[in-house]
């Protein structure tokens, strides 16, 4: 995986803006930097509402471990929750975001997309199970190091929105 020093490459859905800086194209966060993204993030707060909330039902202490991947500019994120009590059972899933080129958008561009003049966006999906259709993932602002906050919605049938901090929620409730 790659870190702050090793990076400095472009491509049609990264760019360094000139500044030195890696950028991934795609998410709301202006100048979205998926190095600094990386590392352990907690969830504090979602809204997860058809196929997105299903088994997650009873889901607390939820995690990621986000990490940027330069060989196929993406997002790796492990995902893990607790379901139950303290002694409850751990679940997780291994998730891959990725940002797809403006001339890919147009191809499957909405009518709502069109309007908004949205011409770039990223997906997440899970490729250990290729039955899941990847779906929407937008950090829309974030500051790396307390907050980031995540959309995930496309229609009514996959909702998922989250506040994510990189402290655990026990340091929270102090």
């Known amino acids: 995986m790659a870190t702050n020093n090793d990076l400095m490459l472009k491509s049609d859905s990264m760019s360094d803006e000139g500044n030195g800086m890696l950028m991934m194209r795609g998410m709301t966060a202006k100048n979205f930097d998926p190095v600094r993204y990386s590392g352990r993030w907690f ?75 949205i011409k770039e966006k990223c997906y997440l999906r899970f490729p250990t199970l290729p039955f899941i259709p990847k779906e929407p993932y937008d950090v829309i602002a974030t500051d790396y190091d307390s907050f980031s906050l995540v959309s995930g919605a496309k229609d009514k049938s996959f909702i998922q929105d989250f506040v994510l901090t990189r402290e655990g929620r026990e340091k929270l409730d102090n």
């Open 43 to 117: 969830e504090v707060a979602s809204l997860k509402r058809g196929f997105a909330g299903q088994g997650q039902e009873d889901c607390h202490c939820t995690q990621g471990i986000y990490m940027f991947d330069a060989q196929t500019l993406s997002i790796q994120v492990d995902t893990f929750c607790v379901h139950g009590g303290p002694d409850g059972y751990i679940t997780g899933i291994r998730g891959k975001v990725q940002c797809i080129s403006e001339e890919d958008t147009e191809k499957a561009e909405t009518d709502l997309e069109k309007q908004k003049m």
